[in-house]
């Protein structure tokens, strides 16, 4: 089973090689056969091990058993589903992971993991092991993979660590074959036939242990899947969906109540909905469950509803429009309160130790290092590009869709008609980053600051009390009025720019 990364479509193939699409409320909408690497060999030679769409949503690749990977084009509803690719193996394909735009990460039963561009249409060994490997599995940014190997072997694998540090190849070795595979934020979920279910940290030591040898009730662990968020993994068995949360505060996974289904029989397929709202579970007779996933809905100003699939990630949906945004701590910070601000267009949140910011237009989310304030904070949304935060006699700006907060000066005059900023509104020849803030200092004084460089251009001296100012749409001239209601066009030559 396989979920696309946009939400909208839910894959499934069945023992008899034919991929089912359904739309993510789980309605039926087209279907297409696979084919056999070798059509003399017959359609029934081959079992589909894996499957995962492509980041764009636009195509899905099948892994077989007959050493073989396809591509499809899979369009629209109703349209020809199209090979677009496909990689010819020395042996049966395992599984499988689309990590980026190109580039499809594979493993074999020879115990090879590969890589499959699909702009070349040609593969390359990554690393190469002597056992089968069993499971195959990615962190939560995409750019870190897991393989596990049928000698209990777990092997790690960056293609960008992303400034963590961790070490690549061996990783551990697990006490029997690592089917249940899952890489949450702070720790890898390890689980196989042994009826334990081990928990270890980023450099392979156990964390922790949870033996469900005694139980008589448990069988082997066959699956894991990792939430979007990194916070829950869950884990499949004989009838039961064993749950489990990270506690930050606490640094260790904790037990939720177990899912039991009588006559569920055993999980072959989990898949989480890439928003984290829904879980899937694919079972060994034909069935196939869809899973709520929420802590906690709620209806904001009959307008929005905000789901809470976990601790750090919020879904908002516009009751009018049906469109969602996914507001998600990249750290894994507890989300407080959503509020939508700014007729209704704009998101904020706080978390421990961050700001999150959305714009719901233009689907633009901001997460910035942010300390507690009380939420007193101020917040004006009359510039479409930027967020402007007054706090403490200080005033932050935030360019939506950047995690790092453009600039912070301090100015006690919080009315945004005293304050202008400009970035890259009409592109100039030579000039790459244009980013511009006028502010007031005092009552009669103006300071102009470049955000790019992160200093003072230069500060106006007037002989009254301004009480309005504007930069033009390149930041090269400024207009300001007094009280007295004069206009004053300040030309750039007096900062000495070009």
């Known amino acids: 089973m396989a979920w696309a990364p946009n939400n909208t479509k839910f894959a499934v193939c069945t023992i008899d090689r034919v991929v089912i699409l359904y739309d993510e409320q789980g309605e039926k909408k087209d279907r297409f056969t696979t084919k056999p690497a070798d059509p003399k060999y017959?359609?029934?030679?081959?079992?589909?091990?894996?499957?995962?769409?492509?980041?764009?949503?636009?195509?899905?690749?099948?892994?077989?058993?007959?050493?073989?990977?396809?591509?499809?084009?899979?369009?629209?509803?109703?349209?020809?589903k199209v090979i677009c690719n496909k990689f010819i193996q020395?042996?049966?394909?395992?599984?499988?992971?689309?990590?980026?735009?190109?580039?499809?990460?594979?493993?074999?039963?020879?115990?090879?993991?590969?890589?499959?561009?699909?702009?070349?249409?040609?593969?390359?060994t990554i690393y190469g092991t002597d056992s089968y490997v069993v499971s195959l599995t990615t962190n939560v940014s995409g750019k870190g993979i897991l393989s596990g190997h049928a000698d209990g072997t777990v092997v790690r694998y960056f293609v960008d660590d992303e400034g963590s540090g961790e070490s690549q190849g061996k990783l551990l070795t697990h006490a029997c074959p690592p089917y249940a595979l899952a890489w949450g934020t702070n720790s890898i979920i390890v689980a196989g036939c042994d009826k334990k279910i081990v928990a270890y940290g980023k450099e392979g030591h156990v964390l922790q242990t949870f033996d469900y040898s005694r139980d008589r009730s448990e069988k082997e662990f066959t699956v894991a899947a990792c939430s979007?968020?990194?916070?829950?993994?869950?884990?499949?068995?004989?009838?039961?969906?064993?749950?489990?949360?990270?506690?930050?505060?606490?640094?260790?996974?904790?037990?939720?109540s177990p899912k039991e289904i009588p006559n569920l029989y055993t999980i072959t397929a989990l898949s989480w909905k890439k928003d984290g709202?829904?879980?899937?579970?694919?079972?060994?007779?034909?069935?196939?469950?869809?899973?709520?996933?929420?802590?906690?809905?709620?209806?904001?100003?009959?307008?929005?509803?905000?789901?809470?699939?976990?601790?750090?990630?919020?879904?908002?949906?516009?009751?009018?429009?049906?469109?969602?945004?996914?507001?998600?701590?990249?750290?894994?910070?507890?989300?407080?309160?959503?509020?939508?601000?700014?007729?209704d267009r704009y998101l904020v949140a706080h978390t421990s130790d961050t700001l999150l910011l959305g714009d719901l237009v233009f689907n633009k989310l901001s997460e910035v290092a942010w300390q507690?304030?009380?939420?007193?904070?101020?917040?004006?949304?009359?510039?479409?590009?930027?967020?402007?935060?007054?706090?403490?006699?200080?005033?932050?700006?935030?360019?939506?869709?950047?995690?790092?907060?453009?600039g912070s000066v301090r100015t006690e005059f919080m009315n945004p008609h005293l304050i202008s900023v400009r970035l890259n509104e009409r592109r100039q020849r030579g000039v790459e980053d244009n980013k511009k803030l006028a502010y007031l200092i005092d009552i009669k004084t103006i300071a102009i600051v470049d955000l790019v460089g992160g200093y003072n251009l230069g500060t106006i001296s007037h002989d009254s009390k301004i009480d309005w100012l504007e930069l033009n749409e390149t930041g090269r001239k400024l207009l300001f009025r007094d009280k007295k209601l004069r206009v004053r066009d300040f030309l750039p030559k007096l900062l000495g720019w070009p």
């Open 42 to 80: 017959g359609k029934k030679t081959y079992v589909v091990k894996s499957m995962a769409f492509s980041p764009d949503s636009t195509k899905i690749a099948v892994a077989q058993t007959d050493n073989i990977i396809y591509v499809y084009k899979i369009g629209e509803e109703g349209d020809k």
């Open 90 to 124: 020395t042996s049966a394909v395992t599984c499988l992971v689309w990590t980026s735009e190109h580039a499809i990460i594979f493993g074999l039963a020879e115990g090879k993991v590969r890589q499959a561009n699909t702009k070349t249409s040609k593969s390359s």
């Open 228 to 256: 979007p968020s990194g916070q829950s993994i869950v884990v499949g068995s004989y009838d039961r969906l064993r749950v489990f949360n990270w506690s930050p505060r606490k640094g260790v996974w904790d037990e939720a």
């Open 277 to 343: 709202s829904r879980l899937s579970v694919g079972t060994l007779c034909g069935g196939v469950e869809l899973f709520d996933c929420c802590l906690r809905r709620s209806i904001y100003k009959n307008k929005f509803e905000m789901t809470y699939v976990g601790l750090s990630q919020v879904i908002v949906k516009n009751l009018s429009t049906g469109t969602r945004v996914v507001l998600k701590s990249q750290y894994g910070y507890e989300i407080d309160e959503v509020k939508v601000m700014g007729k």
């Open 372 to 406: 507690g304030s009380g939420g007193n904070e101020k917040f004006f949304f009359e510039n479409e590009t930027v967020c402007m935060i007054f706090n403490a006699g200080e005033l932050a700006l935030v360019e939506y869709g950047s995690n790092e907060i453009l």
